[in-house]
Every structure is written in C-alpha cells, then in structure tokens.
C-alpha cells in the first residue's frame, strides 16, 4: 500500500531517540526520509548495547527502519553544500542539535526557508524558547526528574523512581510527529512551511495531563502512590491466590459488575463506596473487602470471570509476555523485513483496518551515501 505520506521528502539530522522515532513515524507513513549521520560514527544509538542483534544495538534497530543513511561531516563545506542541496527540495527537516548549532553551519531555519519557502522545519529541543532554560542540555532522565514525571513514580513509601523506558523521549517523539505533521496541513492550505518546535520539558508537563492539571487548576501537587489512582477506585494491583491481577472498574457501571463478579453485591450498595468520590475517599477499606475475596482463588479464574462481565481487568506481563499474547489474539504486533531478518513492533497506526505488515530494515551507516552523492554530482554538471 502507497502511505498517506507518499512523495513527502524529510531530511532527518536528528539522533538519539525523539527525533529519530518522530521521522521513522513519518517514515511508516510513507515519507522518504533521508538520514544525517556523522561519518564513523554515525547516530549515537548505534552503539548503545546490549542487547544487540549480531553486530546491531537493538536500540538503534528500533527506531530506525524505513530509512536511507548518508554520512556527513557538518564541518566541511563540502558536505554542509550537499545537506543544504538535500534540504533546497525537502518537505521536512528535523533536528534536535543544540539551539545555534544548525544556524551556524548556515542550515538553520532561516536560510532554508528563505532556499525553499514550503519547508516545514521542525526542531526538537530540551527546553523552548529563548529564556535561561534554552541553552540547558537535556536527556529523558533530567527531564523526567525535573519535570515531575519521577516525583510521582514509585511506591508512595519509596524513593521517585523514573519509568521503564526513555518515556519523555517517546512522548517527545509523538508530539514531534504531530507537529510535522501539522506543518504539512498548514503548507497544503497556504502553499507556505514554517518553522515548528517541541520540547522535551514541554511535552513532559503536558503528557503529566491530570496531574499536572491538579497542580495549576486546584493548586495540588501530586505525590507518589504506587500503583494507586489519584482519582479512581478500585483501579490498582490486587493480590490473588497465585500472584497478582489489576482491576480497573473506572465508572459505576463496572464497579456494580465487579461486585457481582465477586459474589459481594453488597458492596455495591455500601455507603462508604456508592459513588466514585466516596470509593477513592475509602480506598483503603475498599481494596482491604475486594481482597479478601481475590486472594480465595487463581489469577486466570478471576480474569475469565472479570472480563466474560466485562470488567476491565488483566494479569502483569512482561514485555515478552505481551508480544506472545498479542501474537495469540491475532493483534500482529511485529513488522518485518524478510530479506534482512529484520523484526520490530509495528507502527500502531491502523488505516482502513490495514496494519504496516512490511518495512525496509534500518539502514548501514552511509548505505545510501553514494547514491546521494552520485545525484549530487550529476545536479552540479
């Protein structure tokens, strides 16, 4: 199938993580996207191992695919001459340099622009705009420390704790995706691009969504609670007879279903737990009642008869458990290049009911560098 983005041209400076999984975004969409990467070196991530697949750090094998690669040095005039070319008939340029670095190897947004009006620019930063904070480095940790983001995560007794995986970079990423996303809209209704910009720290307070809206709406700063809701209940972890399983009757509607799942519709008619204020008001006495009742049998038990109710409820799986899974209900979470053996998570992108089921494997440092350059060449004859 031809993408939504088929014919849209992006030249990707960027390394690292939100930057890259912004354009292999616009990639499985059906962009061309033309990688920058610095010459025996190429982008950082490249090495960043275990685990690795054969000699490839499967980091970089992630968010890399759909891709060409060319190796430039941004210090010679040379190869700043043939970025800029490369740029002169891009749709998008991405990167997530330091503020000034771009500008000053004369590829900032300005000069491109002014070389080609309907680009769309989009530059991916730790912190926005021109105050104090804009010259300040930033990588997902700081950015999840500072943000609040780890001041929230962990058991309410425990220390802050940051999340799995790069999550500011993925939200990053995501909103970075949508920006350019936005830039092309715009061109197609006034023929111009622009200049568009995402931040970590900005996209990190904007993902903390009701947290973050308790504190500059009702002044209440959020606290680590484990895997306790701030505002829903019964929406947590609970123990059963074999381990654990979540339950997450969010409304009153599923809360009544609980109850009679459970053999206590009692419960549901309890004073202390009639609504969803007066549940999360007596949280503590209400998982203390749903316990005693989990804990008397299995784990599978209790999810068969929860979601046959339609209860929302599922067991912990780890990450390898989750592909199983999802491979078992026919979700077909993995996209593939056969000719490499090549195999990653799909985009989650579904159109017309049709899923990315193929993909080209991400590219060798420089594996299309002198297809570029021959164009180049030819361009100057």
């Not at 504190?215 to 306790?228: E, F, L, Q, S, Y």
Request: charged share 20%; hydrophobic share 45%; glycine share 8%.
């Amino acid at each position: 199938m031809r993408g939504p983005l088929d014919g849209v041209t992006v030249v990707d400076f960027t390394r690292v993580l939100a930057g890259p999984l912004a354009t292999m975004n616009l990639a499985d969409l059906g962009a061309e996207v033309i990688k920058i990467e610095r010459p025996g070196v190429g982008d950082d991530t490249r090495s960043w191992g275990p685990p690795w697949a054969g000699d490839d750090s499967t980091y970089y094998l992630g968010i890399n695919r759909n891709k060409k690669s060319v190796a430039l040095d941004l210090n010679s005039d040379d190869d700043v001459a043939l970025a800029a070319e490369l740029c002169a008939t891009a749709d998008v340029v991405a990167e997530n340099f330091r503020p000034g670095y771009m500008i000053e190897r004369g590829l900032g947004p300005d000069v491109l622009r002014a070389a080609n009006p309907a680009l769309v620019y989009l530059s991916i930063e730790a912190f926005a705009g021109s105050g104090p904070a804009a010259s300040l480095p930033g990588y997902d940790l700081m950015i999840q420390a500072m943000s609040g983001l780890m001041h929230i995560t962990g058991a309410a007794d425990g220390p802050p704790t940051k999340v799995g995986v790069a999550l500011v970079d993925v939200i990053t990423g995501l909103y970075a995706t949508i920006a350019a996303l936005a830039g092309l809209t715009q061109r197609s209704v006034t023929g111009e691009g622009c200049h568009t910009q995402v931040s970590l720290f900005d996209s990190a307070l904007a993902a903390l969504a009701n947290q973050s809206s308790a504190v500059v709406m009702a002044g209440v700063d959020p606290m680590r609670a484990g895997n306790r809701h701030p505002s829903i209940a019964p929406y947590e972890v609970f123990d059963v007879s074999d381990g654990t399983v979540v339950v997450a009757a969010a409304n009153d509607k599923t809360y009544r279903l609980m109850c009679e799942v459970i053999g206590r519709p009692d419960l549901a008619v309890d004073q202390r737990f009639i609504n969803g204020r007066s549940r999360r008001a007596n949280v503590d006495q209400l998982v203390a009642e749903i316990t005693s009742v989990l804990v008397t049998d299995t784990r599978q038990s209790w999810l068969d008869k929860l979601l046959a109710a339609g209860v929302p409820a599922g067991p912990i799986n780890s990450i390898a458990e989750a592909v199983v899974w999802a491979e078992s209900m026919g979700l077909n979470p993995t996209v593939s290049d056969e000719a490499e053996d090549y195999r990653a998570v799909r985009s989650p992108v579904r159109i017309n009911g049709h899923v990315q089921s193929s993909c080209t494997a991400p590219p060798s440092l420089d594996q299309h560098g002198a297809e570029l350059r021959a164009a180049h060449d030819r361009s100057q004859s």
